[in-house]
């Protein structure tokens, strides 16, 4: 049974830093493609960016390129979501998420989610 579990979110002010990390069971993250999503009510999750069984990384928000980074630790098969230089934007549930399509771009795919954590940037 797959389980994901996301941590680290919370209150951060403009310009700020937060380390999401996403801790999983049942899947190995180093085989897997392990994306990050954000939602804000009301709109669809967007697929922030993916690390591949590769480790070869894309982004698909243009506005977190060169603020946000994706990593992995295959020992503590966990993968991070490092934000950087936070805007109110940003704010959002973040979720992570495990799927086999090394190209992905929406939702539909990935099989496995986290129950999401909140991000607020705010003054």
């Known amino acids: 049974q797959v389980h994901l579990a996301e941590s680290g979110g919370g209150l951060v002010q403009p310009g700020g830093s937060l380390r999401l990390s996403c801790a999983a069971s049942?899947?190995?993250?180093?085989?897997?493609?392990m994306g990050w999503f954000r939602q804000t009510p009301g709109k669809e999750r967007e697929l922030i960016g993916v690390?591949?069984?590769?480790?070869?990384?894309?982004f698909y928000i243009e506005s977190v390129k060169g603020r946000f980074t994706i990593s992995r630790d295959n020992a503590k098969n966990t993968v991070y979501l490092q934000m950087n230089n936070l805007k109110l934007e940003d704010t959002a549930v973040y979720y992570c998420?495990?799927?086999?399509?090394?190209?992905?771009?929406?939702?539909?795919?990935?099989?496995?989610w986290g129950q999401g954590t909140q991000v607020t940037v705010s003054s």
């Open positions: 998420a495990a799927g086999r399509n090394m190209n992905p771009r929406a939702t539909r795919d990935f099989g496995s």
């Open positions: 049942g899947v190995t993250v180093s085989m897997y493609a």
């Open positions: 690390i591949r069984s590769s480790g070869g990384i894309t």
